[in-house]
């Protein structure tokens, strides 16, 4: 007798996420929308905060720190324009779902989190989906420099400006970084940087929102 296969109950929520979300708002890189349609986004979340796995807001985690909604994600990779064979480091990889996305691509991807409790859960949801990911753990601002040079960053969340270490640590001339960049004032915007002899030019490419990533928010000033 054959034995039915299991009901996802999250298929149809992720069908309509990609429906709903991701393709009207101008993603067409067929290796995105088929990933962002298999990957169970759900197991990338403690099951407390499963059911809002799908919805079209950032997912908060705790520490300051989300899940980006799901259009933000799936714009900064297609941005990104990755090519099958090239070395990624994603910077606050967070729970690992942004990284699954990209591997999913073709992508080499090496995962930075320094949060333990985030740390915990991508652990277990990308050797479980995503096992080609190297998760590694270290400090966010210090990008992971053994590894280097990447052809593409990815900064999971909104920074005041890319760290000067991480983008020392991409190729020159053809390695690309994309982030949020956010201000004191107003939402921030999606940018695409590249690595030139004469530094890091940044383009900013689209509005948008997300929190910044508290790890690499500036120091305070002193005032007097």
């Not at 099951?47 to 799901?70: S, T």
């Not at 990008?143 to 760290?163: H, K, N, T």
């Not at 982030?179 to 940018?191: K, M, N, Q």
Request: glycine share 8%; net charge neutral.
């Amino acid at each position: 007798m054959d034995v039915a296969a299991p009901i996802d109950p999250f298929a149809d929520p992720r069908n309509r996420m990609v429906d709903s979300q991701i393709r009207p708002n101008k993603v067409t890189d067929p290796r995105i929308l088929t990933a962002m349609r298999t990957i169970p986004r759900e197991r990338f979340l403690p099951p407390a905060l499963a059911p809002l796995a799908y919805a079209d807001k950032d997912v908060p985690l705790g520490d300051g720190r989300v899940l980006m909604e799901p259009m933000l994600t799936a714009r900064l990779i297609q941005l990104i324009a990755p090519v099958a064979g090239e070395r990624a480091l994603v910077v606050a990889a967070g729970v690992g779902y942004g990284a699954a996305v990209l591997a999913a691509c073709g992508v080499r991807v090496i995962a930075l989190e320094e949060n333990d409790t985030l740390l915990a859960v991508a652990r277990t949801a990308l050797a479980a989906i995503s096992p080609g990911v190297n998760l590694v753990t270290g400090k966010l601002a210090a990008g992971w420099p053994m590894d280097a040079p990447y052809d593409i960053v990815l900064i999971e969340g909104a920074v005041a400006a890319p760290p000067a270490a991480i983008v020392a640590q991409l190729r020159q001339e053809t390695g690309r970084l994309v982030t949020v960049i956010r201000g004191a004032a107003g939402p921030g915007h999606a940018v695409r940087g590249e690595a030139t002899q004469a530094g890091m030019q940044l383009r900013p490419e689209f509005d948008c929102a997300t929190p910044p990533i508290p790890a690499l928010l500036p120091a305070p000033a002193f005032t007097f």
